[in-house]
Structures are given as structure tokens and as C-alpha cells.
């Protein structure tokens, strides 16, 4: 998730990209870069880092010129560096790009590319779409950019400049957000509306599949195919906080509801064009190697431990191979069992947690291949692994992780079903289920996000109690061991989550009447048996909120409330179940009145041990 800022009028564009991509840092800040047409012609200036590094430069060398595009980046092809960051150009250097998203078939574009003569510096997806345009520019920029768009596979949102025609701009949205902001005597262009909330509140939103051609006398909106549309523009009214936040009242809410996006992105090209297998081009591992696993060991901290958590369940049920989880803080002081047999499996959102990194480290002197699941390329976990899984979440802001813990187990479930694929220990059929179920899982998350309004029902009712209870078995476990975290992180409930079997062992105790439980049952070979741990606990008074899946209709006599999530592979249940958890949340601590994105004590990355 990037961000794009475009400026054409009358003004200094400079100082307007700038003003703009400040607003947009927190979509991206591994580096920045603007181009502007100048009487030089079309001139790029970029630089790794924060976005003061790039002001720092531009102070020194200050570009002039009214019209232009700026980017500040979340790398995910390339390593953050000056040569990967935005904007792109051909060899020519006489065509300018600017990109949000993932070009799947960039590989094959450049290789094609190439073989014509063309020069690549960086080792983006984007530069690609530069040199494209570049090919097939016969003098009409917004031909050959509609020409370009039907080469290219994945999800993007472009900026485009040529020097050949320096008074237009044009904007493409293809499944990655764009807005056009209306002007008297300029235009704007970026990824969302706090980009341009200084200058005008007339906007345009683009939907997927329409492209803009702006110059400083207009906006033209068309589809890909040319057909011109005619819309009216909307008048923004909100202050400039609020925008940032997409209209959300908080940004972990905001993070709740991209998720459908987050798993699309993970799931990107990693999914063979028949849609019947894994694809992970990334991982460097051999065949051979793979054959040779004998045991695995997945270590992350907190949320990514638990994440970690289904991922032992996804592995073992798919690639039939044994896994340890371990929190990391004490996975190198407990001497672990480590030989070149064992694949380490580290996960960390930004790659620079202090304790999972010790544990890479230590792995790696053992003897250990390492894989590291991150959010963020170029990170320290990421450098130092032998393999890296980059989760496609975009930044997160809020300090309670909800997308990037599901697009942890989006990871998880391609890497399981490579390996499985590998091995030969599931049929081509079965992985063709999985992989078809995967490929639906974004729009059973929106399903469960229209109905939010029952969950924070049930939050409400919870937010009064001091505390309560999370029950699961199996892989039901894991996720509400997740659930209960984000309960207590951001609503300062004291909550336990324990595996439904294990109440008669002691838990039973701490049942009083009236304290509220929440109890997942989404397991079709234990729904039986959490359906007795749940007459179990109603009948020493608690108050029992039930999550299951559509169809089900047994639950509904053992429990007061129930929340439906809708049905999948049982398997693949946590990155749904996940979502009304998080929810619950989210929504008990608003009614409790915390500052639901910066909870007391805690931090977004834990950089020290």
C-alpha cells in the first residue's frame, strides 16, 4: 500500500507533491520521490527513507515546474533503496509512472521487454509499466496507457507523465484507490482524499476500471476501453483527521475493513493463473530441500505467535510434517533441538521485532534454513532469512494488529499448500478445493462486515464486565487465543482464553453467574464436544455468546447470543472467525471510552528484548 499525490495547474508543483505525500506518509515510508516537467524537460528526484530525506534533497535542488506526480512507498518488490523508489521512468527517461499495487505478470513483461532493448535499473514491478507505455507510445499518452493495461495483471492504481505531451496527467484505478480532486484552474490526483483536502473538496473516486485524463483547464473520466463517463462530483465535508482515516473513526477500524484487500494482495500471483495451485516464484528453497524437512519450528511474538499458532495446524493437516510453535522471547534460552533437518519459520508484522530477530539469529547458528513472514521488505528479518513471505498488508497504524495477523495466516495457508504440493501428501483435487475456498475468503470477509452492527450489540453487553472468558478446541483455540488479546489490549478487560476440553481441569472454578463467555464452535469433528464445554458453563451461570458457521442450527438452544460467520474448508476458518473478534474489540473499547488506536503501555513494534 503506497501512496500517489499528481498536480496539474498554474502553481509550483513541487511544494504541492510534497504537501500532499506528507499527508499520504502513513500508507508508505520506506522512501519517496517526485517527478515534475520542468524546462529541463521531465526531471526525477527520490530517496530512501523518510519523506524529510527527499525535502532535505529537494532543498538543495529544487525542481520548478506546474505539473507532476510524487509517491511515497511500502516496498513490496525491491528492497527500499533510491534506485526502487517512485517515481519510474523508461530509458529514455522521457515517461514518468508512479504505482500502488502489485503487477502479477511483471516478470514475464520484463523478460519481453528486454529482448526488445530496453534497460531495467530497479527491481520493481513498476519500472516495467514505464517501459511499456514507453513501447507503445505512437503519440497518444492515454492510447498507449490503455494499450499497457491490457498487458498487465494484478491490482494498480497509476500516475502517468510524458515530456511528449507535458500538459496532461494521466490516472488509472484498477482495483487500488484513486481520487481525482477537482480545482478552479488545477486538478489533483491520490490515493485518498487527505492528498488533496488543502487545496479543493470537489473530488472525484474513480471505481476499478476507470482511468482520468487531467490537464489545468479539466477532468476527463473514461473507461479502460475509452468510453467517456459523465459523474457528479462529491463535496467532501470532512475535517482533515477524519479523511485520513477514509471516513473511519479510528484507524484499527479502517485496518478491520481492508482486510479483503490485505487478502487479495497476499493471495496476488502466489496463485497459479488456473487457480488450482500455489505459485511462491519468492522461495529460493529447493525440491529437494523441501523432501528433507523433517521438523519445523514457527517463533513470533504476541499476535504473530498466534498466528503462528493456526499456522502449526495448516502445516501439519496439509504437509503432514511435525511442528513446535515458540514464543520467541524464549525459544533461544531454552535450548531448542535445532539441526539442518529443522526449517525455522520466524513471523514478525515489521520485521524488526528484538526478540523474533534474536531467535533468526539463533536458528540460522544452529544450522537452521530460515523462513521469514513479514509485512515489511527490506526489514532486518527480512535481509537475514534464507527465504522471505511478504505479507501485502500495507501499513498498519493502529497499534492492535487485525490485518496483518490475518494476512500472517493468508501466508501460512499458500506456504502449507506448497509444501503439501511438494510433497505429494494431498491430491491435486484437494489442493484445488483449498485454493478455490482461498480465492473466496475476501468476500466472505465483507459478508461478515456488513453485520457488524450485531457484534457491537454483543461488545456493548461485554464492556461492562471486568472480566470473561474465550473457549475453543483445536484450531478454534488459536483464534481465540488471538481474540483475547485484542480484547485485553484495547479494552483493558481482564479476558483468558483456554481449550474448551481443559474446563474441568481447574477453569470451572472461575464460573460465576452472569460472567460472559465467548465460545467458538466452527470445527465440524469437535462441534460435539464444545457443545457439552458449553452446557457445561451455562449451567454454572455464565452468559454464552456462540460463533459458528451459516447452516448450523444446534448451537442456537446451547447459547444466549450467536454471531454466524459464513462456511468454508474448516481449515481456513480462523481468517474468518478472526473478523467478528476483532470486531467485539474494537467495539468495547469505544464503549469504554479508550483510545482505541494507542492502548496504554503498549507500542506498534517491539524493537528492544
Given amino acids: 500500500m503506497c501512496g500517489i499525490v499528481g498536480y496539474v495547474g498554474k502553481r509550483n508543483s513541487q511544494n504541492i507533491l510534497i504537501e500532499g505525500l506528507k499527508k499520504l506518509e502513513y500508507r508508505g515510508y520506506d522512501s519517496a520521490g517526485v517527478a515534475v516537467y520542468t524546462q529541463d524537460g521531465l526531471q526525477v528526484t527520490k530517496s530512501k527513507g523518510r519523506l524529510a530525506n527527499l525535502e532535505a534533497v529537494l532543498d538543495g535542488a529544487p525542481l520548478t515546474g506546474s505539473i507532476g506526480i510524487g509517491h511515497t512507498r511500502w516496498a513490496t518488490h525491491g528492497k527500499p533503496s533510491d534506485v526502487n523508489s517512485h517515481p519510474h521512468t523508461d530509458n529514455s527517461r522521457k515517461f514518468s509512472v508512479v504505482h500502488n499495487g502489485i503487477i502479477e505478470n511483471y516478470m514475464t513483461l ?255 547458528r544452529c544450522g537452521a534454513r530460515v523462513v521469514a513472514v513479514t509485512n515489511v521488505v527490506g526489514s532486518s528479518v527480512a535481509r537475514e532469512a534464507d527465504d522471505v513471505i511478504v505479507t501485502w498488508a500495507g501499513p498498519e497504524i493502529a497499534v492492535a494488529s487485525t490485518k496483518a495477523y490475518t494476512s500472517q495466516l493468508i501466508a501460512f495457508y499458500l506456504f502449507g499448500l506448497y509444501l503439501a504440493q511438494t510433497l505429494g501428501t494431498q491430491d491435486e483435487a484437494y489442493i484445488a478445493d483449498v485454493v478455490a475456498e482461498l480465492k473466496q475468503l475476501p468476500e466472505k470477509v465483507e459478508q461478515i462486515l456488513e453485520h457488524a452492527e450485531v457484534v457491537k450489540e454483543c461488545a456493548e453487553q461485554i464492556a461492562t464486565h471486568n472480566n470473561l472468558f474465550f473457549i475453543g478446541r483445536g484450531i478454534d483455540y488459536a483464534v481465540v487465543l488471538e481474540g483475547s488479546l485484542k480484547l485485553k489490549e484495547i479494552s483493558y478487560i481482564h479476558s483468558e482464553a483456554y481449550p474448551s476440553g481443559e474446563l474441568k481441569h481447574g477453569t470451572l472454578a472461575l464460573i460465576e453467574e452472569g460472567i460472559p463467555v465467548i465460545a467458538l464452535a466452527t470445527q465440524p469433528d469437535l462441534f460435539e464436544k464444545t457443545v457439552s464445554n458449553i452446557k457445561e458453563v451455562k449451567a454454572r451461570g455464565a452468559y454464552v455468546f456462540g460463533i459458528h458457521t451459516a447452516g448450523e442450527t444446534v448451537l442456537g438452544k446451547a447459547v444466549d447470543q450467536m454471531l454466524e460467520i459464513p462456511q468454508t474448508i474448516p481449515l481456513l476458518s480462523p481468517a474468518l472467525s478472526v473478523i467478528p473478534l476483532q470486531l467485539l474489540a474494537y467495539y468495547a473499547s469505544l464503549a469504554r471510552g479508550n483510545d482505541v488506536d494507542k492502548p496504554r503501555n503498549l507500542a506498534k513494534s517491539v524493537t528492544v528484548e
Fill in 110 to 364: 520484463k523478460e519481453e521487454l528486454t529482448a526488445q532493448g530496453h534497460v531495467f535499473v530497479s527491481e520493481t514491478d513498476t519500472e516495467v509499466i514505464s517501459h511499456l507505455i514507453s513501447s507503445l507510445y505512437e503519440g497518444d499518452i492515454v492510447k498507449a496507457v490503455q494499450k499497457a493495461i491490457t498487458r498487465m495483471t494484478g491490482a494498480f492504481a497509476l500516475g502517468v507523465l510524458t515530456e511528449y505531451e507535458p500538459e496532461k496527467l494521466v490516472a488509472v484505478r484498477f482495483f487500488s484507490p484513486l481520487i481525482i480532486g477537482v480545482g478552479e484552474g488545477e486538478n489533483f490526483i491520490g490515493s485518498d482524499i487527505p492528498a488533496i483536502l488543502d487545496h479543493t473538496r470537489n473530488v472525484y473516486i474513480l471505481n476499478d476500471g476507470e482511468m482520468a485524463v487531467l490537464t489545468s483547464e479539466g477532468v476527463e473520466l473514461m473507461t479502460l476501453e475509452g468510453n467517456f463517463i459523465s459523474r457528479e462530483l462529491f463535496h467532501v465535508d470532512w475535517d482533515i483527521i477524519t479523511a485520513e482515516k477514509a471516513g473511519f473513526d479510528h484507524f484499527m477500524l479502517k485496518e478491520i475493513y481492508e482486510q479483503p484487500k490485505a487478502y487479495r494482495d497476499t493471495m496476488g500471483s502466489r496463485i497459479d493463473p488456473t487457480g488450482k495451485k500455489v505459485v511462491m516464484n519468492e522461495l529460493k528453497m529447493t525440491n529437494e530441500y523441501i523432501k528433507s524437512i523433517q521438523q519445523v519450528h514457527i517463533v513470533a511474538c504476541g499476535t504473530a505467535y498466534h498466528a503462528g499458532m493456526v499456522g502449526k495446524s495448516i502445516i501439519e493437516k496439509l504437509a503432514r510434517i511435525p511442528v513446535e510453535t515458540d514464543v520467541a522471547s524464549e525459544y533461544r534460552y531454552r535450548s531448542p533441538i535445532i539441526t539442518p533437518n529443522t526449517l525455522v519459520v520466524v513471523v514478525s508484522q515489521s520485521g524488526e521485532t528484538a526478540d523474533t530477530l534474536a531467535a533468526l539469529r539463533e536458528a540460522k
